[in-house]
């Protein structure tokens, strides 16, 4: 109560000062960067990407502010709510999306276009880490305490899987799973879970539609079909390789500017920075996403809820297998997923997920005293 | 409170897992970033510059050919054309039919080109429109971007101002084929030479090739050229023959199948080379159709063949010269030595005729020559016998090619013993040796060796290799090793031939500028006359069949007394050698004669001009 006093005389947005600053200011950078990028993808102009990108960031940040100016005992509440009205938008997509490239991800309210996959991956973070919040250390691991959450799990990931969207469906599975993981789950669980899934893997291969069979296959050997599937993975790695240490400077990349590269401004827009900046640009660009992850870590160990440990450290996991799995892919390490890089990639409601997520890591971090229900 | 407490350490120990997971993962980035950013930089490099860059050749000019004195025989135009690459077209239909939007090209037009696309590999550029007008290429040009997979080209088209007249001689070109390409290996631009010094000399015609660098984007369009380095173009050529001579020979050939050579006595350079009927290169070069190249094949007169060097016949008369010159080189005869003609002429039980029928009585060797006297070459070639014969006659360049800078060219057939054993497995019988005196039977040579036959007998005895190109500097040559006395005689007998009343080409005599022509008729039978033919009285040339009818030879030089230029002509089915070879000859002379292009008219005031031998005979 005394926490929400301290609120009342200043209206709702707190001041800037009590925000994490070193976060915030590396949040900046990393927009900026992404601007940049777009603006030399379409060959030095601000259109048809960077402009665009620029605006979407703005309304990110105002989106950010609003969240992390949230009480934490908000965000605590409506953390089922927000879940169950994201999933109702699954369902909505199901019922209702619009097919763009041959799967059904999007849902038209109007006055723009969201694809609420996206959000589900936040909405997915805060419902466990509440439900984790409230079990005690010792029962966890109880097979029956694990019904729910794995539900929570489930029914997203399999409407995504459904859309069709293997690898959005994957990375929301895996930002679930962390948390269990955190939440102290047995790691008996995690090794069944594995070895099953080792086991379902020719269950899995019968399943999966033709074009995401071939994503694997080309993955495993890209020289299989190099002018079709394939090509991505190719051109993407000659992009990346023919910039050298130094980079062959601001649009001035050939593999993207004479649309060699495939998805240059969304999924492959590393493979653009590292050709058009180097081994030195990129290198800086890694440094500064590990920055980003770092003081997220921080963050997270100096929670003194559950809710806001597992919040802050599975949101943290989650920006960086993102981060990882898109790098992974577009240097050939990984399988084409469809996996946007964080705040680079010209995108929106990915966009707006992240920021919100990284506007729960603020209000949590400003947070650390007030109370929460156990 | 517990609850914070007791999973504390639990939670750190969870977290720090997983932060060490994604530092391991970050560090593998980093490691693959240092791979292909670092050590493997170079090799992507070089596939981005792959991707990015095109190479293309340019073709260079093909080289102009003129005549000896600069005349144009062969020229370059632009032709221009519209390529297409099947695999960059995407929606190939849509391309088609946008090409036969802008250039109104017919249904049939498409239909063919769709089935030479199926025919060839999608990534070979096509030429799917040829020879545009200049409207219609601009107005292709401005809908290009419009068109997926195609490109403008201006290739170059080959012309041939003379037409027919040095059909032969120059040749033509084609399109280039994998054909050509397994024949002569890598070909610089489009064209090839597919006859006369057009193929001899396609080397040098054909020049170095340019490169251009240019960039492209993912779809094979072209960005802009990033570098390009001209082509070299061809040489051009000089060649020897002359394109006056060529038309006015071309035209005096008019209804004869045949050929006329001109050639220089000294250097080989062959002023003159038409073969008749001949045909329009121009045709050729611009790609000529089935059933006119059908026309071309089928025709009873080869028009196709280049019959100065391809046509084989008897030398008939005009091979006496070198029975003579065997028998006075193995001295079984003084040329002064008379041997009586009767008409007739018997060896074992068998009758040789001479053309004249009542006979030409006691005739010398100059008089033989002369009169052409069948019966005093009937006794020499007894005298000398076939192996002897054959033998002066290769030292003449019969029986092998006289290597002319032409391909394709023929050897003739120079028989004798074991010739004769070898293809027909029987004994030469003496019956044989008779006729081959008077250049019949298995005798065969060309009109080229025939010239070159002549020059020797013209120039003092040397062999010269027959060039189409200007020489300059080192002649090629071959010694006969003929004796110069016994030249001698055979020239007064050539030059009585043509000059003396009575001589068998007297009616074809010219005299220009104090220069007169020496020479030999030829008339070559190509049927056998029975004897109850001869009897009856042997039918005219007039009366048979054109395919019946004798080859007409002759062959000769200008002038007699410094000769400069030998000549050969060969009619086919021409009837006499004194009809119709020798007043072609005639008049070709006179026509280069008067000319006055060849420094023929040089005033023989050096004293020592003027044939001894000649003027003492003429007078």
Redesign the interface.
Known sequence: MSQFSTQTGRGYFVPLEELNRPLLMCLVLLGLIGVLVLYSVSGGDMSPWAWRHGVRLIAGFGLMYVIASAELRTIYNYAYIFFIAVLFLLIGVELFGTKTMGAQRWLDLYFFRVQPSEFMRLALILALARYFHSV??ADVSQPIMLIVPAALVGMPALLILNQPDLGTSIMLAAAGL?VF??A?VSWRYFLGGGIALIAAIPIVWQNLLEYQKKRVLVFLDPERDPLGAGYHII?S?????????FGKGLAQG??SQ???LPERHTDFIFSNF??EM??VG??AL?IL??AI?VLI?RI??EM???FC?YSV?AIG?SF??YV?VN??MV?G?APVVGVPLPFISYGGTSLLTFMAGMGVILAMHRQNIADLP? | MSLFDSDDKAFSRRHLILVAAQGGLFAILVGRLQYLQVSQSETFSTLAEANRVNINELSSERGRIRDRFGEILADNDQRFQVVLVPEQAGDLNATLAGLQDILGLSDRHIRDLKRRIQRAPKFKPIVAVDDLTWNDFSRFNLNIPFLRGVEAKVADKRIYPQKQASAHAIGYVGTKTRGDLQRIGNIVGDTVGRSGVEREYQELLSGEPGVRHVEVNAFGRTIRELRSRPGQPGDELHMAICADMQKYVTGRMEGHSGSVIVMDVENGELITLVSTPGFDPNEFSRGIDERRWETLLSHEKKPLMNKAIRGQYAPGSTFKMLVALAALEDELIEADEEIMCTGKYELGGELFHCWLHEGHGAMNMTQALERSCDTYFYELALRVGIDRISEMARRFGFGSITGVDLSGEKSGILPNRDWKRANYDVGWRPGETVITGIGQGYLLSTPMQLVVMTAALANGGRLVTPRLLRQNGAVESRPTNTDAEALKVIQLGLYNAVNRPGGTAYASSLLIDGQRMSGKTGTVQVRRISQDERKAGVIPNSELDWHLRDHSLFVGYVPHDKPRFAISVVVEHGGGGAQVAAPIARDTMVHLLKSQRFGTKAAPDDGKSGDPVAHEQVS
């Open positions: 005690h250390h962390s993981w955190l102290g051109q790695k000659i992009g990346i390789g023919s910039g050298g240490l050939t593999q004479l649309n060699f590292a050709e180097g081994f990129s290198i890694l996403f590990a992850l870590f997270a160990v003194r809820h559950p440990r450290a996991f960086s297998i990882i790098l992974a240097m390490l156990h």
